[in-house]
């Protein structure tokens, strides 16, 4: 699992990265859209994990 998680932060970093040429292409309101998004992917996969955490210790 671990390596799951420190794959999917990978991940995220490059898609941060990536808001900035969005931003600069098609502006700000795009770029808001964007990190809208990938923050509500962030929230889902760290309840994932929690969860998946709280199962294996129960």
Do not use: C, K, P
Request: no cysteine.
């Amino acid at each position: 699992m671990a390596i799951i998680r420190i794959w999917l932060d990978q991940v995220a970093g490059i898609l941060r990265r990536s808001a900035e040429t969005l931003r600069h292409d098609y502006g700000a309101g795009a770029l808001q859209i964007y990190l809208d998004a990938l923050d509500e992917a962030e929230e889902a996969t760290s309840r994932f994990f929690d969860e998946q955490h709280t199962g294996a210790a129960e």
